[in-house]
């Protein structure tokens, strides 16, 4: 039995087929360097979320007579603002060089800067722990993006990575419940 098709339904079937392959990868750095791309977005997030939690942090020492705890907030405050400086550079690095993905020299320096940013954030939050305050989960979804794209540093920035404690996520009761996805 010969199976025959009207014109217009072998136009469709060709068009459905072309916009699968038009929606698909025909290699493996497509997807790659889409989740690149999508965790230098959760860490810039994760930046700015350690910032808010450094801040607040920072503010509950405010009005009070201890002068050991307003010594230590202005210390947290001034840790937690070279780190985020540092941080948003090396996320910048890592944002520009994603569009030159293919390039290993560019996959390189994207691991690099997300090692950097996980010391960065692992800095900003064990101060503020330290300190009392608590930290959004989205910090620790970014130390765990951070961990991820760094492992491709590997060989390329020995220096960095050696520099590196070894960081886990956190498992205290610090971590505060995630609230809503707006930033």
Same mark, same amino acid.
């Given at each position: 039995?010969?199976?025959?098709?009207?014109?217009?339904?072998?136009?469709?079937?060709?068009?459905?087929?072309?916009?699968?392959?038009?929606?698909?990868?025909?290699?493996?750095?497509?997807?790659?360097?889409?989740?690149?791309?999508?965790?230098?977005?959760?860490?810039?997030?994760?930046?700015?979320?350690? #910032? $808010?939690?450094? *801040? /607040?942090?920072?503010?509950?020492?405010?009005?009070?007579? !201890?002068?050991?705890?307003?010594? +230590?907030? &202005?210390?947290?405050?001034?840790?937690?603002?070279?780190?985020?400086?540092?941080?948003?550079?090396?996320?910048?690095?890592?944002?520009?060089?994603?569009?030159?993905?293919?390039?290993?020299?560019?996959?390189?320096?994207?691991?690099?800067?997300?090692?950097?940013?996980?010391?960065?954030?692992?800095?900003?939050? #064990? $101060?503020?722990? *330290? /300190?009392?305050?608590?930290?959004?989960?989205?910090?620790? !979804?970014?130390?765990?993006?951070? +961990?991820? &794209?760094?492992?491709?540093?590997?060989?390329?920035?020995?220096?960095?990575?050696?520099?590196?404690?070894?960081?886990?996520?956190?498992?205290?009761?610090?971590?505060?419940?995630?609230?809503?996805?707006?930033?």
């Amino acid at each position: 039995m010969l199976l025959v098709m009207k014109p217009c339904n072998l136009f469709a079937v060709a068009v459905r087929i072309g916009i699968l392959f038009s929606l698909t990868s025909c290699g493996p750095s497509k997807p790659a360097r889409d989740a690149a791309r999508g965790g230098v977005l959760v860490m810039v997030s994760a930046i700015d979320a350690a #910032d $808010a939690a450094c *801040a /607040a942090t920072v503010l509950s020492a405010k009005g009070s007579k !201890d002068e050991a705890k307003l010594t +230590a907030a &202005i210390k947290l405050g001034e840790t937690c603002a070279k780190t985020k400086v540092d941080a948003l550079a090396w996320a910048r690095v890592a944002s520009v060089t994603i569009d030159a993905w293919g390039n290993a020299d560019a996959e390189k320096s994207i691991g690099c800067a997300a090692v950097r940013i996980l010391g960065d954030l692992s800095l900003v939050r #064990d $101060a503020v722990i *330290a /300190a009392g305050g608590k930290i959004p989960a989205l910090v620790e !979804d970014g130390i765990a993006q951070a +961990a991820v &794209i760094g492992r491709v540093a590997g060989a390329a920035c020995p220096a960095v990575a050696a520099a590196m404690p070894s960081v886990v996520p956190s498992t205290s009761a610090s971590v505060a419940p995630a609230t809503s996805a707006s930033p």
